[in-house]
């Protein structure tokens, strides 16, 4: 019985250093993003994206950068061995080498708008898992959607938006953005998604826009309203290009980002439908 006993002691023991042996690896952190924006479907392939993690009794990491594959973000951070102990995720779009305290948008958005595009996630009391954490991504800035008819007779070059401030201050703990008083007012080239839409983003702030259409070379240009912009809203003009000139009409309610309603013409008057 004794030498019995002995046997299954060291059997314990020796099963006992087998586990320390053999310690099962650290989970990767995966995240999920929750968002419409770019595509009008989800990020892109090879974006990336800036992650803290802020345990209860430290910070785990800062600002690791971690890349979307298609499905969601990863990297080479992992999670700490603690698995009863919660922590707070905070992600923000696109990455940058230090988190951002301020950000501006490009003057020249005719190549694409998505690197104007700052974005952020934030996801309270996750705890480690091997399963992808989910985060829904929200809009930091304001978009503006234009829909133009060129009726002028001669060739639509470019939409650009003048009068605008480009860059926002970022508060590092949860970054919102409001737009930087110091800054010069510049303006936008837009991106040209198709025949007839032009998009651009900006900080939230209050504006009088204005609108150029360059025909032929020529710019034609309306100042519009002054509006508030907010965060996280998309703010749609319509523009018929005339040989007299620019005349802005309402459009109809856009989906995707909330929808901030129509910017009327310079004096307040409810513009009018375009023609059929």
Not at 94 to 113: A, C, E, K, N
Request: proline share 5%.
């Amino acid at each position: 019985m004794k030498r019995t006993f002995a046997i299954l002691l060291a059997a314990a023991a020796l099963a006992a250093c087998s586990e320390k042996e053999e310690p099962v690896a650290p989970s990767p952190i995966r995240i999920t993003p929750v968002i419409t924006r770019a595509t009008d479907v989800n990020f892109d392939d090879g974006d990336m994206i800036g992650l803290s993690v802020e345990r209860v009794s430290q910070a785990w990491a800062t600002n690791e950068k971690l890349s979307f594959d298609g499905s969601s973000f990863a990297g080479s951070l992992v999670w700490y061995n603690e698995a009863g102990e919660a922590s707070s995720l905070k992600a923000y779009y696109p990455y940058s080498l230090d988190i951002p305290t301020t950000f501006t948008v490009r003057s020249d958005q005719s190549q694409g708008w998505t690197s104007s595009d700052f974005m952020a996630a934030v996801k309270e009391g996750v705890l480690p898992t091997a399963n992808d954490i989910a985060m829904v991504f929200t809009h930091k800035l304001s978009k503006i959607r234009l829909t133009v008819s060129n009726r002028s007779g001669g060739s639509l070059d470019a939409i650009r938006i003048g009068g605008v401030i480009p860059s926002a201050d970022i508060d590092p703990d949860t970054y919102s953005a409001s737009v930087s008083q110091s800054a010069t007012r510049v303006e936008i080239t837009t991106f040209r998604q198709d025949d007839t839409t032009f998009v651009a983003v900006v900080p939230a702030q209050s504006v009088s826009l204005v609108i150029s259409a360059v025909v032929d070379g020529n710019p034609i240009s309306q100042r519009l309203a002054e509006a508030d912009l907010l965060a996280g809203y998309q703010y749609h003009i319509g523009v018929k290009v005339l040989p007299s000139g620019l005349k802005i009409y309402i459009e109809g309610s856009i989906k995707d980002w909330d929808d901030g309603g129509s910017i009327p013409g310079e004096g307040g008057d409810e513009p009018e439908e375009p023609d059929k």
